[in-house]
């Protein structure tokens, strides 16, 4: 089953509660996604998430530069860490 979501900003613990349920999950038209560097890092490393790679990313914890550095590589919109 798929799905996509259509707003445009979104909390990252909901989309991975929703890679339970969908095989497939379109975020292409989402602007920004909110949550911690690690829910934010399994949403790009999961193969059920399609159109990541513009969104920004609001990080709600601290994170080292390693980490920044991989978010970096996984979009080329902005990062805010909010923490």
């Known amino acids: ?6 707003s445009t900003n979104e ?7 929703l890679s339970t349920t969908y095989d497939s999950i379109d975020i292409s038209q989402l602007v920004k996604i ?3 560097s690690s829910e934010i890092m ?5 193969s059920k998430f399609e159109g990541l790679g513009r969104q920004d990313f609001s990080v709600t914890d601290q994170i080292d530069n390693d980490t920044l550095l991989n978010l970096e590589q996984r979009t080329c ?4 860490e909010l923490s």
Do not use: D, K, Q
Not at 1 to 6: Q, V, Y
Not at 11 to 17: F, H, I, M
């Open 42 to 46: 399994s949403i790009s490393n999961s």
């Open 11 to 17: 909390n990252a613990s909901l989309l991975l509660s």
């Open 34 to 36: 909110t949550g911690t």
């Open 77 to 80: 919109g902005r990062i805010f």
């Open 1 to 6: 089953m798929n799905t996509s979501i259509i």
